[in-house]
């Protein structure tokens, strides 16, 4: 009963984002336990803070999610920020590699990357989202960035991993420069 809910919780997932979710219903179907871990897994990966920092969590979630793929999951990021509003721009910048002229969303992105690298731009990154946009900001970019990687490691560690492929945004199909 509970990989039945599970599964179609999972297909309403995969219906309303266009996206491959054969990974989870495997998960599901090997351990129910693993299943329902996945299912809330969002609780953890879609805290979002205060709305005027959306922008900012995108930007680290994309940033995160970039780190770990180039394929469906950054697709996936992708369509979740502008379903939430997020600047078509700036998210096509920072897909580019032009971090710095992408506003909010480059700033999250540079701050998850920061944070993924333990770099030395952290604490004036992390200072700035927390002068900006309050604690709660810093709270959901870091869960942004250490949550963006989750899904592209366990798909590839189940053998479901994918290659490398465009980003659509609207009607524009967007290489993606990896962050280096």
Known sequence: MLRALQKI????????YNYDT???SYTADTSA??????????????????????DVWAGA??????????????????DMAVEAGASVDQLMLCLQ?????????????????AAIADAPELEDLRSEIETRFGAQAVTAA??????GRIYPVLKRGL???????????????VVVRHPT
């Open 9 to 16: 919780g999972f297909q309403r997932f995969a219906s309303r």
């Open 22 to 24: 054969t990974y989870m």
């Open 33 to 54: 336990w693993a299943g329902l871990g996945l299912a809330i897994l969002p609780l953890y990966s879609q805290f979002r803070g205060p709305k005027a920092a959306q």
């Open 61 to 78: 979630m994309l940033g995160s999610t970039l780190d770990g793929d180039c394929g469906p999951c950054v697709q996936l990021i992708v």
């Open 97 to 113: 590699g032009h971090t710095t002229s992408a506003g909010d969303i480059g700033l999250g992105f540079q701050f998850s990357q």
């Open 142 to 147: 870091s869960f942004a960035a250490s949550s």
């Open 159 to 173: 053998g479901f991993g994918q290659i490398c492929s465009l980003v659509n945004i609207e009607s524009t199909s």
